[in-house]
């Protein structure tokens, strides 16, 4: 099991919204994310996973280009 944190940020930092917050099964995931409330812009996620144990973190913070 692994615990997930993803987060959907501005250019400012600041945290739009919070996408999940879940304990999943290792594999493969998929969250659908809907922006029609947002303007066109650059935008960032991040995605963090820690493992039950502790022992082990993954942290990535990507970009994302919006354009409506």
């Given at each position: ?38 303007a ?21 913070v ?7």
């Open positions: 099991m692994i615990l997930f944190f993803r987060g959907f940020y501005n250019i400012l930092g600041q945290e739009i919204k919070q996408l999940a917050n879940t304990t999943e099964s290792a594999g493969y995931h998929e969250i659908t994310f809907n922006a029609n409330n947002l066109s812009g650059i935008y960032f996620y991040r995605i963090t996973a820690i493992s039950t144990d502790g022992k082990r973190e993954f942290n990535e990507k970009r994302l280009v919006l354009l409506k």
